[in-house]
């Protein structure tokens, strides 16, 4: 798998997870360990993203 073509799964994962928060808190009775738990793992792909395009532009 080429560096592009991982960082573009990697911004859909993202962008999944994001997708995912945003129907989690339009229901009611939303669980808030749940939507802390989805942001942390958007925040660890999007982390991953920015350090691979960092080295990728190095």
Do not use: C, F, Y
């Amino acid at each position: 798998m080429s560096l592009s073509s991982h960082v573009e799964e990697l911004q859909k994962k993202h962008q999944t997870l994001s997708d995912r928060v945003e129907e989690i808190q339009r229901s009611p009775g939303s669980s808030d360990s749940e939507i802390a738990e989805l942001k942390k793992q958007k925040l660890r792909i999007k982390e991953e993203i920015s350090r691979l395009e960092a080295d990728a532009s190095a």
